[in-house]
T-cell receptor, first 113, second 111 residues
Framework: KQEVTQIPAALSVPEGENLVLNCSFTDSAIYNLQWFRQDPGKGLTSLLL?????REQTSGRLNASLDKSSGRSTLYIAASQPGDSATYLC????????????FGTGTRLTVIP | SQTIHQWPATLVQPVGSPLSLECTVE??????LYWYRQAAGRGLQLLFYSVGIGQISSEVPQNLSASRPQDRQFILSSKKLLLSDSGFYLC??????????FGPGTRLTVL
């Protein structure tokens, strides 16, 4: 069964700093990988989707990379802002079922003004 | 554009009472639909998914059931709630191999 781990569980950085969030998964036979953002008490907002054949995806200040063979993905956030404070979730799509997702437990990010 | 709705937003129910949570999607046809639960201190867990009307697959054995009576309607139910059913329930939709889009969630507290 796919296991997804996110380290660290929590991270505090000063505003303006660049940062990297890590995600690792145990089974490299993935279909795709998604990064989501969750604000307290809210649903998930999709940030980036990387297909298994891709190495990275970019959206604005966000860049996600995927190294399938080593079972790792990173989310890079440039020039962090207080509005980036949220929990970031990594989810691996296995391609089974309806491309069911396996989620990590997230990294809670706090950007200090 | 597509929109996903969930209701109610919050719910407090006694142990042993029934449950019905509803999810509807607008602006798309024949979506894959999903129910997830997020328990306190734990990651999101997929409970059910559906690839079409009347087609329900369960990922984990549990006290809950799901139904899809219409193409864009997904319902999560229980006949008798347990304390362990408390959590944040999220509905999502997606096309195969594509991004999943999540609803605003329902916070369920079973007392």
């Amino acid at each position: 069964k796919q296991e997804v781990t996110q380290i660290p569980a929590a991270l505090s950085v000063p505003e303006g700093e660049n940062l990297v969030l890590n995600c690792s998964f145990t089974d490299s036979a993935i279909y795709n990988l998604q990064w989501f953002r969750q604000d307290p008490g809210k649903g998930l907002t999709s940030l980036l989707l990387i297909q298994s054949s891709q190495r990275e995806q970019t959206s604005g200040r966000l860049n996600a990379s995927l190294d399938k063979s080593s079972g790792r993905s990173t989310l890079y956030i440039a020039a962090s802002q207080p509005g980036d404070s949220a929990t970031y979730l990594c989810a691996v799509g296995t391609g089974t079922g309806a491309n069911n997702l396996f989620f990590g437990t997230g990294t809670r990010l706090t950007v200090i003004p | 554009s597509q929109t996903i709705h969930q209701w109610p937003a919050t719910l407090v129910q006694p142990v042993g009472s029934p449950l019905s949570l509803e999810c509807t999607v607008e602006g798309t046809s024949n979506p894959n639909l999903y129910w997830y639960r997020q328990a306190a201190g734990r990651g999101l867990q997929l409970l059910f998914y559906s690839v079409g009307i009347g087609q329900i697959s369960s990922e984990v054995p549990q006290n809950l059931s799901a139904s899809r009576p219409q193409d864009r309607q997904f319902i999560l139910s229980s006949k008798k709630l347990l304390l362990s059913d408390s959590g944040f329930y999220l509905c999502a939709w997606g096309a195969s191999g594509d991004t999943q889009y999540f609803g605003p969630g329902t916070r369920l507290t079973v007392l």
